[in-house]
């Protein structure tokens, strides 16, 4: 049991390229989370999916997009990334008895 | 905007000694309360819950909860150098299995426990 998996773990990018950071759950969670983490900032959500099939906005979803290709697998995508999406990205899943949030290892993204 | 307040630290203690990481939170109709341990480039990892008023005890951790006072802390006994982490206080407005799927995140408590 891998429980949540991110890849990549660090990428660089220059401003206006794009990639999609990968995430996927072999627990067979419902809802799924996408977070950035700054330093002083603490977590912030970016988007979630309560569910397969359903993806809603969370506190700073401004430049980037997500796909929930499944259940298992929820994916955020940064189609121009900017100095300012220099961050480390979090994916996590909630367990079904509880509204505990289980933590992928994340991505460092630096973005140049 | 619903928040959830913690003293940035850091907290510094000395080994064996009881640590007491602290949290509030605005939202007076929260029901589920977690700590996350985050060591340095880690990732958060969760352990403890807390649904009721009171004390939840695991090992050395025990989560304490008082909704009254909007008011929950950690308290982890006897100390050790491997404690040393950020500890995120997390909230959610709903009982167990509720609607609401997200969690507020505090910005975490550095505790240094020196040997």
């Known amino acids: 049991n891998a429980g949540v998996t991110q890849t990549p773990k660090f990428q660089v990018l220059k401003t206006g390229q794009s990639m999609t950071l990968q995430c996927a759950q072999d627990?067979?969670?419902?809802?799924m989370y996408w977070y950035r983490q700054d330093p002083g900032m603490g977590l912030r959500l970016i988007y979630y999916s309560a569910s397969e099939g359903t993806t809603d906005k969370g506190e700073v979803p401004n430049g980037y997009n997500v796909s929930r290709l499944n259940k298992r697998e929820f994916s955020l995508r940064l189609e121009s990334a900017a100095p300012s999406q220099t961050s480390v990205y979090f994916c996590?899943?909630?367990?079904?008895?509880?509204?505990?949030?289980?933590f992928g290892p994340g991505t460092r993204l630096t973005v140049l | 905007q619903k928040e959830v307040e913690q003293n940035s630290g850091p907290l510094s203690v000395p080994e064996g000694a009881i640590a007491s990481l602290n949290c509030t939170y605005s939202d007076r109709g929260s029901q589920s309360f977690f700590w996350y341990r985050q060591y340095s480039g880690k990732s958060p990892e969760l352990i403890m819950s807390?649904?009721?008023?009171g004390d939840k005890e695991d090992g050395r951790f025990t989560a304490q909860l008082n909704k009254a006072s909007q008011y929950v802390s950690l308290l982890i006994r006897d100390s050790q150098p491997s404690d040393s982490a950020t500890y995120l206080c997390?909230?959610?407005?709903?009982?167990?299995?509720?609607?609401?799927?997200?969690?507020?995140f505090g910005k975490g408590t550095l505790l240094t426990v020196n040997p």
């Open positions: 807390i649904y009721s008023n």
């Open positions: 997390a909230v959610n407005p709903y009982k167990v299995g509720g609607s609401n799927y997200k969690l507020t």
């Open positions: 627990m067979n969670h419902n809802s």
């Open positions: 996590a899943s909630r367990g079904p008895l509880g509204n505990e949030q289980f």
